[in-house]
């Protein structure tokens, strides 16, 4: 194939080849502290872009600026389509927002934060709603008991907590 007519990049552009951040397809539910999360981190990042802005001229800058562009546009999309999820009336059904706590079979006790794909932290308890687990315990009520479903290994654990 030729390329004479193709234009390559002079040496001070920066090719931008990257992907977009991938959007979820499923609902984008959040809790009321996931939404504002996320918009804490889009003006952050916009303050960044706007430093950025200032010295980009440097490859460096134009490289970090391509990254934050990405991540503004994700944050925006993200921030346009949220549902946010209010505490519900029935606080003894387990709905998004619900912190639970799980017994298994064994006695080994797992407390988890049900909440918006995006505000998901493992490390720090929180799973997404579209996860196997919690969507085996949303609507479930105490004493319920559900399969969890690990790469380790299937669990069947009883709902012993929900809070809200």
């Known amino acids: 194939m030729s390329r004479a007519f193709v234009k390559e990049p002079d040496g001070d ?7 977009e951040w991938p959007i979820s397809q499923h609902t984008n539910f959040v809790t009321v502290q996931g939404l504002q999360q996320l918009q ?4 952050l990042r916009l303050k960044q872009q706007d430093v950025l802005n200032m010295d980009k001229d440097s490859m460096s800058s134009k490289v ?14 993200r921030i346009s389509t949220a549902k946010v999820v209010q505490t519900p009336h029935d606080k003894t059904i387990v709905k998004i927002g619900a912190s639970v706590k ?14 918006g794909e995006d505000e998901a932290d493992i490390k720090q308890g929180k799973i997404s709603w579209v996860s196997p687990l919690a ?5 479930r009520e105490l004493g319920d008991e559900v399969q969890w479903e690990r790469p380790s290994g ?4 009883e709902l012993k907590a929900i809070n809200y």
């Open 102 to 115: 799980i017994i298994d079979e064994a006695g080994n006790s797992y407390q988890f934060l049900i909440v």
């Open 13 to 19: 552009q920066v090719s931008d080849d990257q992907p």
């Open 154 to 157: 299937d669990l069947i654990v």
């Open 135 to 139: 969507k085996a315990l949303l609507n």
């Open 40 to 43: 804490a981190r889009r003006e």
């Open 64 to 77: 970090e600026l391509a990254q934050i562009g990405r991540e503004v546009r994700y944050l925006t999309a």
